[in-house]
């Protein structure tokens, strides 16, 4: 059968380069996610993905309206920019668990190719779902934010839920897969190139970090309200 | 099939209990002089035109307990009992505020009290995230669930040693016999699944930790409370700390059933919320230290106030009333008066007035009135277990150890007052809530224990009326007051 992508290994490089690229951003951008209920607070991104309940959403982004002009507008376009970044970090993402998966299948028994390929073609799904999930969102920043239906929140929970199952059941496969293949030696040689340069990507990633984190920026530090 | 509805709890459920109607009757047959060995119910000296006995009134705090309140205060209210001051902390604030602001002092009150129970769905008020709403439920309803989530964590971290020495076995064994490559495959994507959940799992708890530490370690908002007891003030025409003041001291004229020096001058209605400050480190009564927080004390909402008093710590989020104008100089003057402080702090933070006072009895103390007019009533509310009251000093868990040590500092504020004035002793009530079926923190209670909670109040109301005499209560507080003047 032939290969679904010639030299996947290659673009995995590529899609890993643009995914920490993009990680990258999105970390700064996170570093300015406060809002105020009651005190100043620190959120991430993942309160706005499992919101306890309908209420949750507009809550917290009434907290970050609720924030001091100056505060307000960084808290706002970090969140807005990281929305939108996010959208080249999906492509990168997903594309890179779909290599992962269709690499995988490449050296599968017939179930486990099909497996694979189904795994990576799901991908595409929990993507569709992700770029939904940001359009909700960005709907959803805005002063006079109103709670969603239980239908529609419903919706969202599951869709958000849809999205990290596949994702993570596709990062788990495709990694204990290929962590099976190198540990029992059924690897192509060339392959462990491309394991460096992926290496080489996370070693440049990780001090990137580290160098970004110690730099103390000024707004960083919550405002005294 | 048809849906099946729910049948609504309502206030019928509760009044007309059969042992509540029993209690009662007999209860009315002991104080009804027309009946044969009947005498008249005298607990006070303070009468309205309708012939109502006033009495002062504080509520213990015990979370759902607080049901049981609403049983004394509606056999009080049968036999003609009203209230002038009110006082409660936590769950007894809350019962406090709404028979402050229902109607009018000399009517009753409790059936609209028990409607607003009807109303409510109690689990609502854990408005925290839901895994930590269900970790509460079944940490409360399930008995032994630490000890069954503990094996199941051991169940899983074997399973998880397992398929890692399974997968290097198999690795081995592959190279020799390559039928096992298959499974070997597959025990290794197991592996994964099952590192997948415990770091899930680990992350999980992390966030939980973060957002308990973000939200100032409380694991509910207490935001569904608070509007809760907003629309229920909103309802009885209290908007403001004003409205709420005027509302609890009007009274309907008085008058004395015997002549008292100190006459009827001074006595009015007032209510009071108690709730511990941590910034300060204080106990602040609401809303007599309103003027600590604003220069303009109806710019604070009166339902924060009972949202204080009940913030249970770790369980709802600290309540906060943020810019005081600390260089005020009557903010200054205030703290200077209440607490001898020169700075006042810019943002108070408040939890459960009961850590500091769960049974404010001192509050009713009045050193200028020789001979009482009216007794203070208080509630009490003994949810001890037998362990509890074990005098043997060894065999303790370490949630044990800790639990006496926090309830001998929490409760010994209250029990010193009640020490050294034992007489005020006589005028308390005790709920008997030992019994395991119940628990503080259960707010998933079934209808039949709010009904059985609501009975257990009224039975101890009618037991503790039966043995009040209020010639010898009145008597020994004037001996005591004489004592304390020489």
Same mark, same amino acid.
């Given at each position: 059968m032939e290969p679904v992508i010639a030299n996947a290994w290659c673009w995995l490089c590529f899609s890993a380069a643009l995914l920490l690229l993009t990680a990258f951003i999105m970390l700064r951008q996170a570093r300015h996610f406060y809002l105020l209920d009651v005190v100043v607070r620190k959120f991430s991104i993942i309160d706005l993905q499992f919101?306890?309940?309908?209420k949750e959403i507009p809550e917290l982004i009434k907290g970050i309206y609720a924030l001091p002009a100056p505060q307000r507008s960084r808290t706002l376009s970090a969140l807005r920019g990281q929305l939108w970044v996010d959208f080249l970090f999906m492509p990168a993402l997903y594309g890179s668990i779909f290599l992962l998966c269709i690499q995988v299948a490449d050296k599968m028994t017939p179930a486990g190719e099909i497996f694979f390929e189904c795994l990576a073609w799901l991908q595409l799904i929990a993507w569709l779902f992700d770029a939904m999930e940001n359009g909700y969102l960005l709907n959803k920043i805005k002063p006079d934010v109103t709670p969603s239906t239980p239908e529609v929140h419903k919706a969202y929970q599951q869709m958000v839920f849809a999205k990290w199952i596949l994702l993570l059941t596709g990062i788990v496969c495709a990694l204990s897969a290929l962590l099976f293949f190198w540990v029992s030696g059924k690897?192509?040689?060339?392959?462990l190139h491309y394991l460096l340069i992926l290496v080489g990507e996370g070693i440049v990633f990780v001090i990137a970090e580290v160098i970004a984190g110690r730099?103390?920026?000024?707004?960083?530090a919550a405002p005294v309200v | 099939m048809p849906a099946k509805n729910p049948v609504k709890l309502t206030v019928s459920d509760f009044i007309h209990n059969r042992v509540v109607i029993e209690e009662l009757e007999s209860l009315k047959k002991t104080f009804?002089?027309?009946?044969?060995g009947g005498k008249p119910l005298i607990v006070s000296d303070v009468l309205d035109a309708e012939g109502h006995q006033y009495v002062n009134l504080v509520q213990k705090g015990g979370g759902v307990f607080g049901i049981a309140l609403v049983g004394y205060t509606y056999i009080l209210e049968e036999m003609g009992i009203r209230f002038l001051r009110l006082a409660g902390t936590s769950a007894g604030a809350i019962n406090t505020a709404l028979m402050t602001v229902?109607?009018?002092?000399?009517?009753?009150?409790s059936a609209e009290v028990l409607q607003a129970i009807c109303d409510l769905?109690?689990?609502?008020?854990?408005?925290?995230?839901p895994a930590a709403r269900t970790l509460i439920k079944n940490f409360i309803t399930r008995k032994n669930y630490i000890d069954k989530a503990k094996n199941k964590l051991l169940v899983v971290l074997a399973a998880f040693a397992l398929l890692i020495a399974g997968d290097v076995v198999l690795v081995g064994l592959s190279s020799k016999y390559p039928a096992l490559y298959v499974w070997t495959g597959i025990c290794f994507i197991l592996s994964g699944f099952l590192s997948l959940v415990l770091g899930i799992g680990i992350s999980y708890v992390i966030d939980l930790f973060k957002r308990l530490k973000n939200s100032?370690?409380?694991?509910?908002?207490?935001d569904v409370f608070y509007d809760w007891i907003k629309r229920l003030l909103l309802e009885n025409q209290v908007a403001t700390v004003s409205d709420l003041n005027r509302k609890a001291a009007i009274c309907p004229a008085l008058q004395l059933r015997v002549p008292n020096?100190?006459?009827?001058?001074?006595?009015k209605g007032d209510v009071t919320f108690i709730a511990s400050e941590l910034v300060t480190q204080n106990k602040i009564q609401f809303p007599a230290m309103c003027s600590l927080f604003r220069?303009?004390?109806?710019?604070?909402?009166?339902?924060g106030f009972i949202r204080a008093s009940m913030s249970i710590p770790l369980f709802f989020e600290s309540y906060m009333i943020n810019d005081?104008?600390?260089?005020?100089i009557r903010i200054k003057d205030a703290w200077k008066k209440f607490f001898g402080i020169t700075q006042p702090p810019s943002t108070a933070r408040f939890v459960d007035g009961g850590i500091l006072? !769960?049974?404010?009895?001192?509050?009713?103390?009045?050193? !200028?009135?020789?001979?009482?007019?009216l007794p203070s009533f208080g509630i009490d509310l003994d949810d001890s277990k037998p362990a509890d009251k074990q005098? !043997?000093?060894?065999?303790?868990s370490l949630t044990g150890y800790f639990g006496r040590m926090f309830n001998t500092i929490r409760n010994y504020y209250d029990k010193d007052f009640l020490l050294k !004035?034992?007489?005020?002793?006589?005028g308390v009530g005790k709920v008997d809530l030992?019994?395991?079926?119940?628990?503080?923190?259960?707010?998933?209670?079934?209808d039949k224990d709010k009904i059985d909670m609501f009975v257990l109040g009224a039975k101890a109301a009618c037991e503790f009326l039966r043995t009040f005499d209020w010639d010898t209560y009145k008597n020994d507080r004037t001996d005591l007051q004489i004592q304390l003047k020489k």
């Open positions: 919101p306890a309940s309908s690897y192509e040689t060339r392959s730099r103390k920026v000024p707004e960083d | 009804d002089p027309a009946a044969s229902i109607k009018n002092k000399s009517d009753k009150k769905d109690f689990f609502s008020l854990v408005d925290g995230h100032g370690y409380g694991i509910n908002p207490g020096q100190s006459g009827l001058e001074e006595l220069t303009d004390v109806d710019t604070l909402s009166p339902a005081i104008p600390a260089d005020d006072s !769960n049974f404010p009895i001192s509050i009713f103390f009045n050193a !200028n009135v020789t001979v009482p007019r005098e !043997n000093a060894f065999s303790w !004035n034992e007489v005020y002793q006589r030992s019994s395991d079926q119940y628990n503080w923190l259960n707010f998933f209670l079934s």
